[in-house]
């Protein structure tokens, strides 16, 4: 099976489980006294990362939803490996905690610390050997949320650094990878 319908299948996985979690509230709460809420979206994503000079594009599929007032837990989906000038790509399955800094009227500053899985894509093209390396990813962000309405939330931005650790892979640096994921896009909330 092909990487990009790997991840189309792992974001539908992702984004089924987050939505699924919004009904198992329905008569166990209150409405008055719900705190949280869950989200699905998808973005245009960019990314310098940090092993050729040019920037990569792709997409980002994301879902979040909150556990207590200001905490939550997001999953993004990064698949930068669409417009990569020297076929080279980087795709990231990460999960973790999300933190709301400023929740007010219809603004939402948030940071997040996820981890997961990274995948670099050595593209036919530029390489004569086609392949992928997987490693473990952690990375650290935040961003600008904007209420537009009751089921739609504009990502006006999101910034990730990411940190994969090369462990001596040969043709990357010593300190491994540092990658930043730049994403704007949209979300309906439920």
């Known amino acids: 099976m092909k990487p990009f319908l790997k991840s189309l299948y792992l974001a539908g996985f992702l984004a089924s489980m987050l939505g699924v979690s919004t009904y198992s509230h329905a008569q166990a709460t209150?409405?008055?006294t719900r705190v949280g809420h869950v989200q699905v979206g998808a973005g245009f994503s960019f990314a310098i990362p940090d092993y050729s000079a040019t920037y990569i594009k792709g997409f980002t599929v994301y879902g979040d939803a909150d556990l207590w007032r200001r905490l939550g837990i997001e999953a993004?989906?990064?698949?930068?490996?669409?417009?990569t000038p020297t076929d080279i790509g980087q795709n990231t399955f990460l999960v973790g905690p999300r933190f709301s800094l400023v929740r007010q009227g219809r603004i939402n500053i948030y940071a997040k610390a996820l981890g997961g899985v990274g995948r670099f894509v050595y593209q036919p093209g530029w390489n004569p050997h086609p392949h992928t390396?997987?490693?473990?990813?952690?990375?650290?962000?935040?961003?600008?949320?904007y209420r537009a309405s009751r089921h739609l939330n504009i990502?006006?931005?999101d910034i990730e650094a990411q940190r994969w650790p090369s462990y001596g892979t040969p043709g990357f640096p010593a300190h491994g990878l540092t990658p930043f994921v730049t994403t704007f896009g949209a979300a309906y909330a439920f």
């Not at 993004?76 to 417009?83: E, L, M, P, Q």
């Not at 390396?133 to 949320?145: A, P, Q």
């Open 30 to 32: 209150p409405m008055a």
């Open 133 to 145: 390396d997987t490693f473990g990813v952690y990375s650290l962000g935040g961003g600008i949320e």
């Open 155 to 157: 990502r006006a931005v």
């Open 76 to 83: 993004d989906v990064h698949y930068i490996s669409i417009f």
